[in-house]
């Protein structure tokens, strides 16, 4: 059992309570997420003077152990999450995915972020993904950041494209991609140009060799260093 004191004075710096009096306190904790059920909250009265206590009573229990709420991840997204690990070889990633439960819990799903169980950024560099992204992962409705860096991917991007458009996929809220040291190839702009929202595009270091069309007004950072292009422009 470990104990934490925080030490609170009344309005007028005072430490003396009046008695029969009430009083409301208003404070911000942050509890490490394992020690919740664990957790209580109380007040000990007169505990930094040390002085004789009249009644154990002085000690009040403010709460029965602490519930946290968990949210629960949708449905579909819940279903896309698995296929993303099934497609690229979860089972060889350095940080894996727990997918015994639905609730949201940070050590449960390294490098993803949920806002009301929705899925809003998945963060998976450097975790050896390999394989072939699918589809339905463009059709996460909130998903805003997709950063996949420094992986082994495959695959041609206007192939996605093409799968993602025969199945009216939409990610219209994605802003940040970044696939940059994989192993895609393929056209770019086809691909790119599927996200009207998307203003952050790193393609580095992969094998494309095509832009046949002009990419969106609407990235403004761009990085498609070290590639093996065949345009007339470049």
Known sequence: NQQYRLPLTTASKWRVLEPDSSYEVDFHAVFPLDTIPY??????????????????????????????KHYII??????????????????????????????????????????????VSIELNNNNLSGQL??????????????????????????LADSINTRNYRCD????????YNLLSGEIATFANRFPNLKW??????RFSE????????ISTLNIQNQVFNHSGI
């Open 39 to 68: 957790t209580h909250l109380m007040v000990v009265a007169d505990n930094a003077l040390n002085l004789t206590e009249i009644s154990e009573l002085n000690n009040l229990l403010l709460s029965d152990p602490l519930n946290l």
């Open 74 to 119: 949708d449905d579909s997204e819940f279903k896309t999450l698995k296929l993303l690990n099934d497609r690229t070889s979860g089972a060889n990633w350095v940080n894996r995915w727990n997918f015994s439960t639905k609730k949201i819990q940070s050590n449960f799903w390294p490098g993803v972020g949920f806002q009301r169980g929705r899925v």
């Open 134 to 159: 699918p589809a339905e992962l463009f059709n996460l409705p909130y998903l805003r950041t997709l950063s996949l860096y420094n992986n082994k991917l495959n695959g041609r991007l206007e192939i």
């Open 173 to 180: 809220s994605l802003n940040h991609l970044n696939l940059g």
């Open 201 to 206: 595009l790193d393609l580095e270091s992969n």
């Open 211 to 218: 832009i046949d069309t002009l990419l969106s007004r609407n």
